[in-house]
């Protein structure tokens, strides 16, 4: 391990003497990706950001993780090739973020740790070694920003968060609720990761906020299992032609300053915006209102994140993906102890 931290840190080092004495990170003493007014963007490994890549979360505040795994889906497969283009697209995401005033590589030691083995033939072996991998991380007291992959992952992911921290509260940007309980006799899928949470106690019930849900349904209400729970269910019509600002405002008042995790499916955008994806809705959020969900999330104690449901097949632009890197930087930027100007 400190071998491979070694590595990361001269790898920094490097880049960051690259970058030039013009670089105002030049001489940070946290992992700094290298500018493109420096060193070239298709120049070096793909990594998240362009970020060091390392083995191990030790030593680290925050990593990125892929979990390649979509056989938990219900419609269109590919989201498995999720974490490889979102990587690839995050080369065009810069160091600051004027708009909020932060400054993530000025305060937390970042990297890339790789992605999770999964088994691709088995999904509750997939759910086991991903709940294990993210105990680990846990452990660590680091916090994992993860590409996925399908909305089954959160599940395990959530086993390991609640594990460390207790039940939490969630921000959960999709078209839909998944609290499903099964689907061709199956309890575990994409459609049911926060059934399964709920089952199992992981989650706050009365800190829960779902976000942009729409579509039709197989049943007349489908949002009631989550609102008796205690869930605060928005629709997507409900966000339609307006700011969020004032709706994550009373997010933030509801969810307080206990554990929080967010979960941001990418099928929440509207596919205008985000057509890469395996089970699309119509008439959906839009980037800005992306934006002022993540950032309005600021201040919340954030103990973990994921992006999920990048299936890249379906989008040859590279746009879905390139959307879900720049999510995916917006809550780095959210993260505590995060500086801002």
């Known amino acids: 391990t400190s ?5 990361a840190s001269i790898s920094a080092c490097l880049l960051s003497r690259q970058q030039g004495p013009h670089c105002s990170l030049s001489h940070s003493s946290f992992n700094v990706p290298p500018s493109a007014e420096f060193v070239a963007r298709p120049v070096g490994v793909c990594s998240m950001l362009k970020l060091p890549v390392q083995t191990s979360p030790e030593g680290l505040d925050a990593a990125f993780v892929g979990i390649p795994l979509d056989t938990g889906t219900s419609n269109r497969p590919g989201a498995r090739f999720g974490p490889r283009h979102i990587r690839a697209e995050s080369a065009m995401v810069r160091m600051f973020n004027p708009s909020t005033g932060a400054a993530p590589y000025e305060s937390l ?3 890339d740790i790789g992605d999770v083995n999964v088994n691709l033939y088995n999904l509750k072996d997939s759910c086991k070694l991903i709940r294990e991998a993210y105990q680990k991380i846990m452990a660590s007291s680091c916090i994992p920003l993860t590409l996925g992959g399908d909305h089954t992952i959160t599940y395990p992911i959530l086993q390991a968060v609640a594990e460390k921290h207790g039940p939490v509260g969630l921000v959960h940007v999709d078209a839909h ?11 575990i899928y994409h459609g049911t990761p926060f059934r399964r949470c ?9 800190r829960v906020v779902q976000i942009g849900i729409r579509g039709s349904s197989y049943a007349p209400d489908p949002y009631k299992y989550g609102r008796d729970q205690g869930f605060r269910v ?5 966000c339609w032609m307006k700011s ?9 008042q509801q969810l307080g300053d206990k554990p929080v995790y967010i979960s941001f499916d990418i099928d929440g955008l509207d596919p205008a915006y985000a057509p890469g994806t395996g089970t699309p809705e119509i008439a959906g959020l839009t980037p800005a209102q992306a934006l002022e969900i993540i950032r309005g999330c600021q201040g919340l104690n954030i103990v973990g994140c994921d992006l999920v449901e990048v299936a890249p097949i379906y989008d040859a632009s590279g746009n879905t993906a390139l959307m879900g890197a720049n999510l995916l930087f917006e809550m780095l930027c959210a993260l505590p102890r995060v500086k801002t100007a």
């Open 3 to 7: 071998c491979v931290l070694r590595l």
């Open 109 to 111: 030691m970042v990297a």
């Open 177 to 187: 609720t998944d609290t499903g309980d099964q689907a061709l006799g199956e309890k």
């Open 198 to 206: 709920v089952d199992e106690g992981l989650l706050d019930c009365k």
């Open 234 to 238: 928005v629709l997507a019509e409900d």
């Open 244 to 252: 969020l600002v004032p709706l994550m405002g009373e997010v933030r």
